[in-house]
């Protein structure tokens, strides 16, 4: 039952991953888009935290937690195999001297398995890592000089090994193949001297297809100071890493109706981005350290 219910949210998971636009900010715009958190409902719920470990949850942030019996067992009962999956939704406000205008979006947010195999522990997920979703004029509300709009996102597949060293530190990494495309189009309106669209206008249209490796190493302490205190630290650190861009792009001829801003192509021409060499392009990615500790009982 277990195995169906996971194969079932993986297809699930996979397929609104494509479709979904799990953004609607401006900034969007700019590079591979808005990034997407990484981790549970635990971890947003804290702000984000990510060097706690217990026994019951799964922490995606630092591949150490996985590491020890901490995922084999809860309430004595046996639980060898552990998955979450969560979703979010969120509304976003819009505000000029002019106009205002809002808007929301849902998407999934993460998908993961947990295995824990004596001091071993492995796991596997896909979530989102960036979304890209706007939609931006510019000028005039009755006379547009730009438009444009933006859509897609990567997802980020993970494997996770963890392990234990001994009752206080682990250590782990992930491995993780990131993978989407990003479309993104511009219109740049004509006018004729009566400020009446012109018949014709063009529009560049945009695609890129991105993948790429990069690892994630974790480590983490768990232990007792005195009787009542637990310090817990984390810390994480993601080398540089390139995702490959293979890019395609379009120059249209449209007509666009006055009245519902419907556009209709009349015909495309396909640039030659290879003779340029802009048709394979890297993307660097830096890299991060992350560290965090805390006190409790």
């Known amino acids: 039952?277990?195995?169906?219910?996971?194969?079932?949210?993986?297809?699930?998971?996979?397929?609104?991953?494509?479709?979904?636009?799990?953004?609607?900010?401006?900034?969007?715009?700019?590079?591979?888009?808005?990034?997407?958190?990484?981790?549970?409902?635990?971890?947003?719920?804290?702000?984000?935290?990510?060097?706690?470990?217990?026994?019951?949850?799964?922490?995606?942030?630092?591949?150490?937690?996985y590491g020890g019996l901490n995922l084999s067992s809860y309430g004595g009962e046996s639980r060898p195999v552990k998955f979450t999956v969560g979703g979010g939704s969120s509304g976003v406000n819009f505000k000029t001297n002019d106009s205002e205008e809002s808007s929301s979006s849902t998407s999934f947010d993460y998908l993961a398995i947990g295995i824990p195999i004596g001091k071993l522990g492995v796991g596997l997920g896909l979530l989102p890592y960036t979304s890209v979703?706007?939609?931006?004029?510019?000028?005039?509300?009755?006379?547009?000089?730009?438009?444009?709009?933006?859509?897609?996102g990567l997802n980020k597949a993970f494997f996770t090994v963890g392990y234990q060293l001994n009752k206080n530190f682990s250590i782990g990494v992930d491995a993780n193949y990131d993978f989407?495309?990003?479309?993104?189009?511009?219109?740049?309106?004509?006018?004729?001297?009566?400020?009446?669209?012109?018949?014709?206008?063009?529009?560049?249209?945009?695609?890129?297809?991105?993948s790429g490796l990069n690892y994630n190493f974790g480590f983490s302490y768990k232990g007792m100071i005195n009787e009542k205190l637990q310090l817990t630290s984390g810390f994480t650190y993601t080398p540089k890493s390139t995702l490959v861009s293979k890019n395609e792009r379009t120059i249209a001829t449209l007509v666009i109706n006055d009245l519902t801003g419907v556009e209709a192509v009349v015909n495309s021409i396909e640039e030659d981005l290879e003779s340029r060499g802009l048709q394979e392009t890297d993307q660097i990615l830096p890299s991060r350290v992350s560290f965090g500790i805390g006190l409790g009982q």
């Open 180 to 210: 989407g495309n990003i479309q993104n189009s511009a219109i740049e309106f004509v006018y004729d001297d009566e400020d009446n669209l012109v018949q014709y206008q063009s529009r560049e249209d945009n695609r890129s297809d991105l």
């Open 133 to 152: 979703g706007y939609k931006i004029g510019a000028g005039d509300p009755e006379m547009l000089t730009n438009r444009y709009n933006g859509s897609g």
């Open 1 to 65: 039952m277990i195995k169906k219910l996971v194969v079932v949210l993986v297809t699930l998971f996979v397929s609104f991953s494509f479709a979904q636009q799990g953004t609607t900010s401006p900034y969007s715009f700019y590079g591979i888009g808005s990034l997407k958190f990484k981790g549970t409902v635990e971890n947003r719920s804290m702000g984000g935290l990510s060097i706690y470990t217990d026994s019951i949850h799964m922490n995606l942030r630092n591949p150490a937690s």
